[in-house]
Protein backbone atom coordinates (compact mmCIF):
# COMPACT_ATOMS: atom_id res chain seq x y z
CA UNK A 1 0.00 0.00 0.00
CA UNK A 2 0.78 3.69 -1.22
CA UNK A 3 1.92 5.75 1.38
CA UNK A 4 1.76 8.96 -0.41
CA UNK A 5 -1.38 10.10 0.58
CA UNK A 6 -0.35 9.98 4.52
CA UNK A 7 3.07 11.66 3.47
CA UNK A 8 0.98 14.12 1.50
CA UNK A 9 -1.44 14.66 4.60
CA UNK A 10 1.65 15.17 6.64
CA UNK A 11 2.85 18.04 4.49
CA UNK A 12 -0.44 19.75 5.16
CA UNK A 13 -0.53 18.80 8.63
CA UNK A 14 3.42 20.86 8.75
CA UNK A 15 1.96 23.46 6.93
CA UNK A 16 -0.57 24.37 9.49
CA UNK A 17 1.52 24.00 12.39
CA UNK A 18 4.28 25.74 10.81
CA UNK A 19 1.57 29.01 9.96
CA UNK A 20 0.69 29.17 13.56
CA UNK A 21 4.50 29.25 14.57
CA UNK A 22 5.44 31.25 12.64
CA UNK A 23 2.99 33.93 13.21
CA UNK A 24 2.42 33.29 16.94
CA UNK A 25 6.55 34.73 16.78
CA UNK A 26 6.35 36.89 14.29
CA UNK A 27 3.43 38.67 14.97
CA UNK A 28 2.93 38.01 18.47
CA UNK A 29 0.70 38.09 21.11
CA UNK A 30 -2.70 39.21 21.47
CA UNK A 31 -3.25 38.89 17.68
CA UNK A 32 -4.65 42.28 17.10
CA UNK A 33 -3.30 43.42 13.70
CA UNK A 34 -4.02 46.82 14.53
CA UNK A 35 -0.87 48.36 12.81
CA UNK A 36 0.06 47.85 9.39
CA UNK A 37 3.30 46.16 10.47
CA UNK A 38 1.55 43.56 11.88
CA UNK A 39 -0.95 43.31 9.53
CA UNK A 40 1.93 42.76 6.92
CA UNK A 41 4.32 40.50 9.29
CA UNK A 42 0.54 38.38 9.41
CA UNK A 43 0.19 38.03 5.42
CA UNK A 44 4.15 37.29 4.78
CA UNK A 45 4.31 34.76 7.26
CA UNK A 46 0.68 33.09 7.59
CA UNK A 47 -0.62 33.24 3.46
CA UNK A 48 2.92 33.56 1.94
CA UNK A 49 5.68 31.65 3.59
CA UNK A 50 3.40 28.84 5.07
CA UNK A 51 1.62 28.10 1.99
CA UNK A 52 4.27 26.44 0.23
CA UNK A 53 5.19 24.16 2.69
CA UNK A 54 2.00 21.83 1.61
CA UNK A 55 2.68 22.05 -2.15
CA UNK A 56 5.97 21.33 -1.93
CA UNK A 57 5.55 18.54 -0.24
CA UNK A 58 2.80 17.11 -1.81
CA UNK A 59 4.77 17.41 -5.34
CA UNK A 60 7.87 15.88 -3.96
CA UNK A 61 5.86 13.09 -2.84
CA UNK A 62 4.39 12.34 -5.82
CA UNK A 63 8.07 12.93 -7.75
CA UNK A 64 9.36 9.93 -5.20
CA UNK A 65 6.85 7.97 -5.57
CA UNK A 66 6.79 8.04 -9.58
CA UNK A 67 2.93 9.08 -9.83
CA UNK A 68 4.66 12.22 -11.68
CA UNK A 69 8.01 13.10 -13.47
CA UNK A 70 9.87 15.68 -13.57
CA UNK A 71 8.44 18.05 -16.51
CA UNK A 72 5.15 17.90 -14.39
CA UNK A 73 6.93 18.83 -11.29
CA UNK A 74 8.17 21.93 -12.29
CA UNK A 75 5.09 22.74 -13.67
CA UNK A 76 3.54 22.73 -10.07
Known amino acids: MSKAPALIGAGAMLQALFG ?18 DL ?8 GFACVISPTVGSLVLYLSDAVDAARVAAN
Do not use: D, H, M
Open 40 to 47: ARFLALGA
Open 20 to 37: AWAVKRGVGQPLLLSEPR
